[in-house]
Each structure stands twice: as C-alpha cells, then as structure tokens.
C-alpha cells in the first residue's frame, strides 16, 4: 500500500514546506492535504503556489486533498454551518458544494488525484431524500473534477447516512461508475465493523484513512493506541483485488519531536 500522511496531523498549523519535508523524511511517499482554511488555505493563491512549488522540485507527490468540513478559519466554532452537501436546505447544499469546488481549485496547480469527500455529518438519517441529494451532490462533484484529473472518492462516517451498505447503493443505484470509496478504518470500527465494511465495498476501495479508536467515538489515535486488531485488517486490505493508499490520518499531535517516529512505526505496521 501506497504510505501516504495526511496533513490532518498538523491541522492546527499553516502548512508550509518545513511539514511536507518532515513527512517525506519519515517515509511517506505522498500526501494528503486536508482542505482548511487556517491549515491550507485553497482561497489563498499565495499560499496554494507556495505548496505547489514545493511538490513541483520534490518527489514527494500530492496524492489526494480532503474536502473542506467547513468554510471559515475557525472550523465552526464562530457560528459558520458545517459544509453539508446532503442539508435539507438547498440553499445550504449550494453552498457547500461552491466551497468544495473552491477547494478543488487547488488541482490547477497542484496535482492531487484524488478528493475526498464527507456527505453530510454525524446525525443525517438514511432516506430517499437524503439519496436524491447525495447522488445530485456526487454526480455534480465528479463531473467538476474530471476535467482536473481528479477522481471522487466517499467516505464512510457514523452517521446512517453513510454506512457502507448505504454509500454502495447509492454508488449502484445511481450508476456513479466515477465515484470510488476511502475506507474510513476508524469509522467502521464503530460502525459496522471493519471487516464487514470492506467486504461490502470491495474492490471500489481505493484509499484507506488509517487511524486508530477503541470503538465508541472518533479519535483518531496512531495505529496501536485504541482497539483495532492491526494484522487482520492489513491481511483482509491485502486481499483486495488493487492495493489501496494508505492515507495515516491522526489527530492533532503536538510532540514535534516524537512524530517522525510515530509515522515511521505506523507504516512499518501497514507494510
């Protein structure tokens, strides 16, 4: 598996060249760029030629971007709506869908392959209506995308919404032959598990986010630390028909100087 770092890690920081340096000396050979605005900035021009740049004279790829969860500097917590592209209100949809556009920008400059993508947050409920959206949102996204080189992937959450069984029909149903899946090895450890989650998504499982929990919420620990049985999950994406990238997706750490070897060890874990 493709070992590549997202810059979730470092969320709390501008991300600048001395990170992605940092990740490339730790054995990543990719990258993942998590779409916010105080972290990577896609609204700033400055700031997406500074980080292509760096890709541009590094070896170090830019693998895939996250979608923006929301679309302010303050990830919510100023009052701004999280970027849901399946809200009841369509008006909150269009707006989500223009932020993630704006995000996608980044492409033109820098080379990502992939976007990932969130549809709605932890509480939407299944419905036909929340299909309808869902569909309308990644038929849309996937037709942006395209002419940027850029493949759709979505993820599982917790939500009902976004169960595996339910982002396949709604994959199936609508014949969205464009859209591929990340496997969210965190969520599924809470929700259906994860050996019932890649089952269920099989060969569309494309990236993997790599993150650890020990089954009751989100907390995105290093690989080890929660409850998720390593070997047999490494095993089970082994046997996948294509081997997925291996996106490690940790929370904010900021013991600088044990980093490097915690991504190293996390690898040595996926290997």
């Not at 054995?27 to 990577?40: D, S, T």
């Not at 869908?97 to 996608?104: C, F, H, N, T, V």
């Not at 890649?198 to 995105?220: A, P, Q, S, T, Y």
Request: aromatic fraction near 6%; charged fraction near 20%; glycine fraction near 6%.
């Amino acid at each position: 598996m493709l070992p590549v770092l997202s810059t979730h890690l470092f969320l709390k920081q501008r991300l600048h060249p001395g990170l992605l340096e940092m990740a490339a000396r730790s054995g990543a050979q990719g990258i993942e760029l998590f779409a916010a605005r105080q972290h990577f900035d896609y609204t700033s021009r400055e700031h997406v030629l500074e980080i292509a740049g760096w890709f541009a004279s590094n070896p170090l790829q830019p693998f895939s971007m996250h979608a923006p969860l929301y679309p302010d500097r303050e990830m919510g917590r100023a009052g701004a709506p999280p970027v849901n592209v399946i809200h009841p209100e369509k008006s909150q949809r269009i707006d989500a869908m223009d932020e993630i556009k704006r995000a996608l920008e980044a492409a033109e400059h820098i080379p990502i392959k992939k976007l990932v993508v969130h549809l709605g947050e932890r509480f939407d409920a299944w419905s036909l209506r929340t299909m309808e959206y869902a569909t309308t949102a990644l038929e849309h996204l996937g037709a942006f995308a395209k002419p940027l080189g850029v493949r759709v992937l979505v993820e599982n959450l917790t939500s009902d919404a976004t169960t595996p069984e339910h982002l396949m029909t709604i994959l199936e149903m609508a014949h969205l032959d464009q859209i591929d899946v990340c496997l969210d090895l965190g969520h599924a450890n809470i929700t259906p598990g994860i050996a019932e989650a890649i089952g269920i998504f099989g060969k569309r499982i494309v990236e993997v986010h790599v993150h650890d929990n020990h089954g009751l919420k989100d907390e995105h620990l290093w690989p080890g630390d929660g409850a998720i049985e390593w070997p047999s999950t490494v095993d089970a994406l082994k046997q996948l028909p294509s081997s997925p990238a291996a996106v490690l997706e940790i929370g904010c750490d900021f013991e600088s100087l044990a980093i490097p070897e915690k991504i190293e060890r996390s690898f040595a874990m996926l290997a």
